[in-house]
């Protein structure tokens, strides 16, 4: 028993450590796929994956936040954290979307890479919404449109560049992210960047998930305000997929293979059709990645991420 126990934990350890193993290959190759996807820029960091920060943690600036009400509906203030650029000029901005099914979630869940990103010199506005089932689409969007011309006419004080913009949002913060950027067509906003969003929400409801992790159906019906047979237009006019042509904005895509919330067919099929279109895009895809991949910001997802992030921005942002 004492030998199988220890055999046990030897092939434990084996499979724990597989996803750092494969990240490897993802970190080695990501530099040359982004150079590829948006030319040449001088990397920030050393790697797309340092071990030692497995442990360590990366290195970032404790910056704080200060909540901004934006606007109201029904009474209610809508609001965003705001997180002032560690710079002496305008700050490009990064404008941020939580996930939650659209039905929950808040702007406090990813506060590491928000400090970091503000640390090197971006303005972050990390964006609170108005929530399904009381709130059904498009109320999410207006509410990040209005929060974006909110930030816009403070320019000065905030000390942000109006015209340097990207958004950035995660899950269904991704849906809404892209959403904005590819329908809205501000010239200010500069790019967009999806982590595990939701791209087609007719292919969603044809492939719902498995009932045992999420109710697809019941999510969107909720969102959108019914079945695709009831609110068909909705359906088309939240899914970014079908807004992409030839002016759409550089795009940036993360996606964990393994994910069974939002299957990673979304940011695959995104990625055709934007190259399809002349888009300058990358499909970033972690075979060994579930949902929120990035919440542990050291990880291998948080540290691959963000190397790709920052050498977007600045490519997209010069």
Not at 29 to 47: E, H, N, Q, W, Y
Not at 78 to 92: G, H, I, Q
Not at 159 to 187: C, E, W
Request: hydrophobic letters at 45%; charged letters at 20%.
């Amino acid at each position: 028993m004492g030998k199988a126990s220890v055999g046990l934990c030897v092939v434990g350890a084996i499979l724990a450590g597989t996803p750092v193993l494969r990240a490897w290959r993802v970190a080695r190759d990501l530099p040359s796929k982004l150079t590829k996807a948006f030319g040449v820029a001088v990397p920030i960091r050393p790697s797309a994956l340092v071990y030692a920060d497995l442990f360590s943690g990366i290195s970032q600036r404790n910056v704080r936040s200060e909540v901004l009400v934006y606007g109201k509906a029904a009474e209610m203030e809508l609001s965003l954290d705001f997180y002032r650029a560690e710079s002496s000029v305008p700050a490009p901005l990064i404008v941020v979307i939580h996930g939650g099914s659209w039905n929950s979630g808040d702007n406090k869940d990813f506060i590491p890479l928000n400090q970091y990103l503000a640390g090197r010199g971006f303005a972050v506005a990390d964006v609170l919404y108005r929530l399904a089932p009381r709130w059904h689409f498009p109320a999410a969007s207006d509410d990040v449109r209005a929060a974006i011309e909110f930030l816009k006419q403070r320019a000065d004080s905030l000390k942000i560049d109006p015209n340097r913009i990207v958004l950035l949002g995660r899950s269904s913060g991704g849906q809404i992210a892209l959403n904005v950027a590819y329908s809205t067509k501000d010239p200010a906003i500069r790019g967009a960047i999806s982590f595990y969003g939701p791209m087609d929400l007719r292919w969603s409801w044809d492939h719902p998930g498995s009932p045992l992790v999420i109710d697809t159906r019941a999510v969107l019906s909720d969102y959108l305000g019914g079945s695709p047979s009831e609110v068909w237009a909705n359906y088309d006019a939240a899914s970014p997929i079908r807004f992409v042509n030839a002016g759409t904005p550089p795009t940036l895509l993360f996606h964990g293979d393994r994910d069974e919330l939002v299957f990673s067919y979304h940011s695959n099929a995104l990625s055709r059709r934007l190259t399809e279109a002349g888009v300058p895009n990358l499909d970033v895809a972690l075979p060994w990645a579930t949902h929120g991949f990035d919440y542990i910001f050291r990880g291998p997802g948080g540290q691959i991420s963000t190397y790709a992030i920052e050498y977007f921005l600045s490519r997209v942002l010069k």
